[in-house]
């Protein structure tokens, strides 16, 4: 067998690397980034000389985007060269409506399509830790499970197309909004004098802790804003948990007021670094920083 990976970032890069490192399968890769591909193809894969050459010779099929728009993109280039038979799988962060206009176009080709976004971050996806979900049939499911399991710790069908991009919206939103109190949280503290070491320790060891504050902790609190996950790609999934709490007629009383901080923080110029630098609203809002 021989398996395509197209998007090889800061997520698509280690979870390829895995993937390499874990079958004993041919990888073609293919990205814009020259030093993206190179460090894949140390590891064993082979360069992709184009998204054609990598559709006409891949039996199976990873795509790893930055947004839906991406994604719609590539696989409008990877469609036409493409055999019948060939197995796509999605590991962006999608919209359930995108992944399912996806689905039905690729079926009448015969080609099967599955969404399975990951969820752990990316010391995960270098350790293979992480988590994969994915919707589409569940027997395509179980038939590439060991390819899956090559770059993930856990493995969930969810349900059809549609359903693990759902999961990963909501999963997504709640982190998301937990890091928006968490730096709310911390600017009360700081605004109030207390030891933020000390109240660090108090909640990384009670009830508050989550990942969202870890996240902060590790990276905001320390004024490291190197990007692990960037703020655009973060307003990008709670933009998408918005829309889909809208189609559903859930209320939004949470998330869109996260979406707001996200939103502040875009217009500030923060998009391009750590989503944990939503911090940096609340410290220019009040002129002070929040570090340990």
């Known amino acids: 067998m021989r398996i395509g990976f197209v998007g090889l970032g800061n997520m698509g890069g280690p979870m390829c690397r895995n993937l390499v490192k ?7 890769v293919h990205d814009l980034n020259a030093e ?6 140390a590891e064993g894969a082979r360069e992709a000389g184009s998204l054609a050459a990598l559709a006409e010779g891949c039996e199976v099929i990873f795509t790893s985007l930055p947004t839906p728009r991406h ?8 469609v036409p060269r493409a055999r019948p038979g060939t197995v796509l799988f999605d590991l962006s962060t999608n919209a359930p409506a995108v992944v ?14 599955l969404d399975a976004p990951v969820t752990g971050g990316v010391a995960r996806a270098t350790d293979a830790s992480i988590v994969v ?6 027997a395509l499911f179980e038939q590439h499970r060991a390819i899956l399991a090559s770059f993930s710790g856990t493995q969930v069908h969810v349900g059809p197309v549609g359903s693990a991009s759902v999961a990963k919206l909501v999963n997504n939103m709640l982190v998301l909004c937990n890091m928006a109190v968490a730096s709310e949280g911390m600017m009360i503290g700081r605004m109030a004098g207390i030891d933020l070491g000390k109240l660090v320790e108090i909640i990384g ?7 969202g504050f870890r996240g902060l902790q590790a990276r905001a609190l320390h004024g490291q804003f190197a990007p692990s996950f960037a703020l655009d790609l973060a307003h990008k999934d709670l933009a998408l948990a918005v829309e889909l709490a809208a189609e559903h007629g859930v209320p939004g009383l949470m998330a869109p007021q996260a979406l707001a901080l996200l939103r502040m923080a875009r217009g500030m110029g923060l998009g391009q670094e750590d989503t944990s630098a939503m911090l940096k609203v609340y410290e220019r809002i009040l002129g002070q920083e929040a570090r340990l």
């Not at 979900?133 to 569940?138: A, D, H, Q, T, W």
């Open 36 to 41: 993206a591909v190179r460090a894949c193809t």
């Open 205 to 211: 060891n009670g009830s508050g802790d989550s990942f």
């Open 71 to 78: 994604v719609e993109a590539v696989v409008a280039e990877i």
């Open 133 to 138: 979900m994915v919707g589409g049939e569940e």
């Open 22 to 28: 874990g079958v004993n399968h041919e990888v073609l």
């Open 100 to 113: 399912k206009r996806l689905q039905e176009s690729l079926s009448g080709r015969g080609i099967a399509f």
